[in-house]
């Protein structure tokens, strides 16, 4: 199939979608499937989802394969998914996702707006979250929250290198800061301890709060500077 597209519809079941240049899918998806794959093979491919939601808290995941833009309305609001996985493309515009094990993004993020991203869902708690840069669509207009419980997160790229973001809060077991800069225009919270593992610099116009320890990765010795503007440390 060339192209995939639903622009109309209350809500569409969706199981599986390969095509080879682009999915668009404006209306709301419920899955039925234990994985769900959505699937663009061409070099331009782009995929572009609505709201998705599960039909049992988790019990259903996604998994979006593209080869340029992806775009994500709001997962798991009402009903969590399992995990969310997106593999390829060029950069993942996203919004809030709520699961109840992992989110692993591999491609740039985009904010398309103040999201939540939680591993917490319906009482659980998720293993991991692995995100890579992540930037908003307006200086300082959106924020991120992260919850993952008893689980951790871990960052590999920079927040806010591009676009800063306007607040950031990692509400975290363990906290993994792989990247050198973090950017934002409202204050940073850190809620569980953060390990680093390369020189990093912190940012922000607001306040930059560590609520537990802050060390490096054994046997590295990296710096920490810190840019907290008019707020404190």
Do not use: C, W
């Not at 572009?48 to 996604?62: C, E, K, V």
């Not at 009903?79 to 950069?91: E, F, Q, R």
């Not at 990247?179 to 930059?208: C, K, M, W």
């Amino acid at each position: 199939m060339d192209f995939f597209s639903i622009l109309s519809a209350e809500s569409v079941a969706i199981k599986n979608v390969t095509v080879e240049n682009a999915i668009n899918i404006v209306a709301p998806s419920i899955l039925s499937n234990l994985l769900t794959t959505f699937q663009a093979s061409a070099a331009d491919s782009t995929i572009s989802l609505g709201n998705i939601q599960g039909t049992t808290a988790g019990s259903q995941s996604i998994k979006v394969l593209a080869n340029a833009a992806v775009f994500l309305g709001e997962i798991g609001l009402s009903v969590p998914l399992k995990d969310v996985t997106v593999a390829t493309g060029t950069s993942a515009t996203i919004h809030s996702i709520f699961v109840t094990r992992d989110i692993s993004i591999s491609i740039p993020i985009i904010l398309g707006g103040s999201s939540i991203l939680s591993t917490i869902a319906n009482g659980a708690s998720g293993t991991q979250l692995t995100l890579p840069s992540i930037d908003g669509t307006t200086s300082g207009a959106q924020t991120l929250t992260i919850q993952t419980g008893i689980a951790d997160s871990i960052f590999t790229a920079d927040i806010g290198g591009i676009v800063p973001i306007g607040n950031f809060e990692v509400l975290s077991e363990n906290i993994y800061l792989q990247n050198t800069l973090v950017t934002v225009e409202g204050s940073h919270t850190y809620g569980g301890p953060v390990s680093i593992s390369q020189n990093i610099i912190f940012r922000a116009l607001g306040d930059i709060l560590f609520e537990s320890t802050v060390d490096p990765i054994v046997d590295q010795s990296p710096s920490l500077t810190f840019y907290p503007g008019s707020g404190s440390l």
